[in-house]
């Protein structure tokens, strides 16, 4: 048997476990993201040559939804630690306040990806 | 040696609340910011509290904060830290001033009791030597962590112990990290338990603060992360807890 408090140590450390994981997928669709507007923006940058790119384009829709699922997993961990450290609120808060934004981003980052599919 | 011939030392001057108070001491030659504080509580004013003990670096007593930073005060000659000819003197931060330069240590001590780190092995005297072979790697990684004097030094630089009051700190994580290298010890998966979580490891932002003042070249920061591996890792096994 462990106490609430020991479940609240492994929760923790399991976050941050995830936080590390999602960091290094981060990393790599940053390079990968970095290196696909390098390109696309050789020669200006139009709204219809996006859509062009990424409409009904399987491995766009996959490679974003793996970009977006990341940050929500990413930058809830970071807030809750900003809201605790910095602003001073209590774990309940900063919980729910990491929770809401990592919910918001993930609806509107999966709402934009699907938008550039189906354009 | 500077130009002038005495220097300006601002020492803190009661408890939580306080002041600076100036004195005037004597330069000298290879002197110590230890030497200023005895100076001037041998020939100026016999009332103010400090401590130290070995004089030599290895007991730890004597850090304070001297021009901003925590320094072990007896090791740190005046040279190499005053600014023009002043000295600015205070306790330690992040623990509670008893008086003067003297804090309070026991948050920073019972936090290393908190760590586990307390060393439990199962021989007894009429059993043999264990064998530690000295180029395995985790005897490689206790040998790094295991010179320090306990001087909180550390403990006074970190901002996550400033904003985290009850987080263990450098130098217990680097205390739980020696003994987690022990292939001796055998409450592994409890102190690894004690030092998870927002208290513990998982709580370093690896800022490195104690990394650049630790008198005694100790990475905590080094430590502290192999310990965020060892956790992290069995939490997502299971086999914490
Ligand atoms: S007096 Fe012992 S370390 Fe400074």
Known sequence: ?119 | MSSSSFLKVSVWRGKAKGAFVTYDVPRRESQTVLDVVTHIQRAIDPSLSYRFACRVGMCGSCAMTVNGKARWTCRTHVSKVVEGDALEIAPLSNLPVIKDLATDMREFFDKWARAKGQFKGTRTRYDDFAVVAPDSKARGAANAGIECIGCAVCYASCDVVAWRPGYLGPAALNRAWTLANDVRDVQQKERLLAVSGDAGCHACHTQGSCNERCPKQIEPTAGISGLKKLAARAAVRGELG
Not at chain 1, 55 to 68: H, K, L, M
Not at chain 1, 94 to 101: E, R
Not at chain 1, 105 to 117: D, E, K, N, P, T
């Open chain 1, 1 to 119: 048997m462990i106490t609430v408090e020991q479940a609240a140590r492994i929760t923790e450390a399991k976050l941050w476990y995830w936080q590390r994981i999602s960091a290094m997928v981060l990393a790599l669709c940053v390079i990968v993201h970095v290196a696909i507007m390098i390109y696309a923006v050789r020669g200006g940058l139009t709204g219809a040559e996006i859509l062009g790119r990424t409409r009904g384009s399987v491995s766009f829709a996959a490679f974003y939804g793996v970009f977006v699922l990341a940050c929500a997993v990413h930058v809830p961990v970071g807030l809750m630690r900003v809201a605790e450290e910095w602003l001073h609120l209590d774990r309940f808060l900063s919980v729910v306040l990491g929770k809401l934004f990592g919910v918001t981003i993930l609806f509107l980052g999966l709402r934009a990806v699907y938008g550039v599919f189906t354009g």
